[in-house]
């Protein structure tokens, strides 16, 4: 504008100019997302070393017998029918999977089926209760002490573990319990995190490099704990909580370090990228942290976009959860692998997600960046993707035994594959229609999906007391109805768009925006040109 003298920032730019986009390859978000992805994968590790474990600390001989003798009156049957039966079964799956029957090691504890359907899903108990909390907790007083504090609690509860297993099983089953809380608050957090961190058309791209901690840590700990059940010291299986909570304490010192809520507060970043975050996000967001007695609940509660975010969320859960939790004791049960290949196999399922969840949101944000679709039509396409193509191979994965191995694990690998699509789809959805209660909302969903955690797990364990194939066959059904349900409701309620209720604080409060970080004359002077 003529006449009006215009000061250039530390990067030769003006204060009244556009930022452009900073280098993502060299930007403080893409460490953000990195360390990100580091705690998830401490936070996946944590969770499902326990399935990989749990398959070498139980005595599966005798809890095999205890479940094929009982008759439909629960009385025990000791017909040498049914123990011939069980024979011939052992013999024909030992010889299709190469191995002797020696090869599936039995554990020191005689955990029927309904104990430990009851340890596999005691963190998800922990797990929903933290959620909402975690997200309330990360808008008021920040992301990053929420994310350290909540995993200093679930990494001591991990090393801890091995203990309480020794002491009893209800001790067990309350630490398992400490970490599905530690563990409940990073989602919603690192959401909240995102919110004030990640430009809108980059927000699929850093969400899914950061949740790709999730499959990271699913695809190393799923293998190394198997072969640490074989190898490792306290009897194999307690090595693998010792190892996984000492690498959750060390990098938790890497997050406190590197890490800050928002791009004001942290002493890494350039000028330039700090402007261009701010900017992009300054019609979505202020300074001022919402109270409370703000938060819109009600609105929450009418809203057909969030319920259809929580519907998604659950129902993918739901399909998730029953085979993250049981992989493992499927491949024991069904297709009788040792415990060192269903470590390594029980990995290639989150090897294709892993994948996913990388690839998706590129082509995602790409196709809302070019116009090709709008945001909330991507949203539906992948959620949509993700949740009902997955279920084709899981209806033919419960028609497969154990003379099929091969086939039942590709077609497992799909199956978990196909669901990555959901991570752009309503995973990152809360930022779309409510950025600055995106935390809060993360929790909801988040906490009502985490219930079908500890369900699932119930329900598969209460249907596959006799270790058939048919058992299992029930359980594959039962998800792929639920996730159908899910992709359904999605497509009818979803949407790309900023909820009135979620703009109403917007427009009631100045922006006031620290795009220099100097002193307080400068920080006026920003937020003068970002209303003009």
């Not at 474990?53 to 479940?67: D, H, P, Y």
């Not at 608050?185 to 927000?203: N, T, Y």
């Amino acid at each position: 504008m003529p006449g009006k003298n215009h000061e250039s920032t530390q990067d030769g730019t003006h204060d009244s100019d556009p930022p452009k986009a900073t280098p993502f390859l060299r930007s403080t978000r893409l460490v953000l997302a990195l360390l990100g992805c580091l705690m998830f994968f401490h936070l996946y590790a944590q969770r499902v070393g326990m399935s990989v474990a749990i398959v070498c600390m139980v005595n599966q001989t005798a809890v095999a017998e205890m479940g094929r003798l009982q008759t439909p009156t629960g009385v025990a049957d000791n017909s040498s029918d049914i123990i011939s039966k069980a024979a011939d079964r052992n013999s024909r799956c030992s010889k299709a999977s190469g191995q002797s029957n020696g090869s599936l090691n039995d554990g020191p504890f005689v955990w029927e089926k309904s104990i430990q359907g009851h340890i596999l899903g005691a963190f998800f108990y922990g797990y929903t209760v933290s959620q909402i909390p975690g997200g309330l907790m990360a808008e008021q007083f920040g992301g990053k002490w929420v994310v350290f504090g909540f995993l200093a609690l679930s990494s001591v509860a991990t090393l801890l573990t091995p203990v309480a297993a020794r002491f009893s099983f209800a001790a067990l089953i309350v630490l398992r319990v400490f970490v599905g809380i530690g563990s409940g608050a990073l989602f919603p957090a690192m959401h909240s995190m995102w919110g004030k961190w990640a430009p809108p058309m980059e927000r699929s791209k850093l969400a899914g490099l950061t949740y790709a901690g999730c499959m990271i840590g699913n695809v190393i700990t799923l293998p190394v704990s198997g072969v640490l059940c074989q190898y490792g010291f306290d009897g194999g299986w307690g090595s693998v909580f010792y190892l996984i909570g000492i690498s959750s304490v060390v990098s938790l010192v890497f997050w406190a370090i590197f890490t800050s809520d928002t791009p004001d507060t942290n002493r890494y970043i350039s000028t330039a990228e700090r402007r261009y975050i701010v900017h992009s996000l300054k019609d979505e967001i202020s300074d001022r942290k919402p109270k409370l007695s703000e938060v819109p609940w009600l609105e929450f509660l009418k809203s057909g976009p969030v319920w259809a975010i929580i519907i998604a969320n659950f129902c993918m859960d739901w399909g998730f959860y029953t085979l993250l939790t049981n992989i493992p004791t499927f491949y024991s049960e069904v297709l009788r692998f040792d415990i060192t290949s269903n470590g390594l196999y029980s990995a290639l399922p989150f090897i294709g997600l892993w994948i996913t969840m990388n690839l998706s949101p590129i082509l995602a944000d790409h196709l809302r960046a070019k116009k090709i679709l709008s945001t909330g039509n991507t949203r539906k396409l992948f959620t949509a993707i993700g949740l009902v193509g997955g279920t084709v191979f899981l209806v033919a994965l419960s028609f497969l035994d154990c003379s099929q191995t091969t086939l039942a694990v590709t077609l497992l690998t799909l199956a978990v594959t196909a669901s990555g699509n959901t991570f752009p789809g309503f995973f990152v959805n809360h930022m779309d229609i409510a950025p600055i209660y995106a935390g809060t909302l993360m929790g909801i969903s988040n906490g009502v999906a985490a219930m079908s955690g500890f369900m699932a797990p119930a329900i598969a364990a209460a249907l596959t007391t006799s270790q058939s194939r048919e058992a299992w066959q029930k359980v594959f059904f039962i998800s792929a109805g639920v996730q159908c349900f899910g992709g359904l409701m999605f497509i009818v309620l979803a949407s790309g768009e900023l909820q009135p209720w979620a703009k109403t604080r917007n427009e009631a409060a100045p922006v006031v925006l620290d795009v220099i970080g100097s002193p307080s004359q400068e920080t006026a002077k920003a937020a003068a040109v970002t209303h003009e």
